[in-house]
T-cell receptor, first 112, second 114 residues
Framework: GEKVEQHESTLSVREGDSAVINCTYT??????FPWYKQEAGKSLHFVID?????DRKQSQRLIVLLDKKAKRFSLHITATQPEDSAIYFC???????????FGSGTQLTVMP | DAGVTQTPRHEVAEKGQTIILKCEPV?????LFWYRQTKIQGLELLSY????????DGGAFKDRFKAEMLNSSFSTLKIQPTEPKDSAVYLC????????????FGEGSKLTVL
């Protein structure tokens, strides 16, 4: 079955810098790649997704890149702010089943 | 619109007890998922329902875990009998129909098994 590896378990950046979180997946059938954010003591909240028919998607300060050949996707947060501090989870599924397999999470800390 | 509602928020059980966790999905959503979250294992899929039909029953979780969708607006997850290793946060999520993958998560039920 699908396996999603999230490479950075922790990441610290200065406020205003960019943060990059990288994930890889194993199943070539995967075609949907969302990202979720979990703030301390709270549940998961959708932030952005990308499908395999594009290789880049942007929503305000969030950019997702997808490299299907390398089976790799990444979340870029530009101009980071303290409220970006949270655990970020990447996930993958095929668009038929919608069963998301999650990565292990990256704790992002944005330092003032 | 109400989001996903999970009850109870916290549950403490003795080993061997039966516990039932409840979930109400977002109104109109047809897909419902149960996940377990622990620090060590991360997020693990337990069950997946589409229009009340069980699509995925979680493989390794089958023997003591049973999820049911009693109607389109209510689901339960029963753990019987509980073991200390079941201590985790149980998350319910729902999804609308058609070509959208976005999941809406509830706040979770934190289970502690003594």
């Amino acid at each position: 079955g699908e396996k999603v590896e999230q490479h950075e378990s922790t990441l610290s950046v200065r406020e205003g810098d960019s943060a990059v979180i990288n994930c890889t997946y194993t199943d070539t059938a995967s075609s949907y790649f969302p990202w979720y954010k979990q703030e301390a003591g709270k549940s998961l909240h959708f932030v952005i997704d990308i499908r395999s028919n594009v290789d880049r998607k942007q929503s305000q300060r969030l950019i997702v890149l997808l490299d299907k050949k390398a089976k790799r996707f990444s979340l870029h947060i530009t101009a980071t702010q303290p409220e970006d501090s949270a655990i970020y989870f990447c996930a993958a599924s095929d668009s038929g089943s919608w069963q998301l397999i999650f990565g292990s999470g990256t704790q992002l800390t944005v330092m003032p | 619109d109400a989001g996903v509602t999970q009850t109870p928020r916290h549950e403490v059980a003795e080993k061997g007890q039966t516990i039932i966790l409840k979930c109400e999905p977002v109104s109109g959503h047809n897909d419902l998922f149960w996940y377990r979250q622990t620090k060590i294992q991360g997020l693990e899929l337990l069950s997946y329902f589409r229009s009340k039909s069980l699509m995925e029953d979680g493989g390794a979780f089958k023997d003591r875990f049973k999820a049911e969708m009693l109607n389109s607006s209510f689901s339960t997850l029963k753990i019987q009998p509980t073991e200390p290793k079941d201590s985790a946060v149980y998350l319910c999520a729902s999804k609308g129909t058609a070509n959208t993958g976005q999941l809406y998560f509830g706040e979770g039920s934190k289970l502690t098994v003594l």
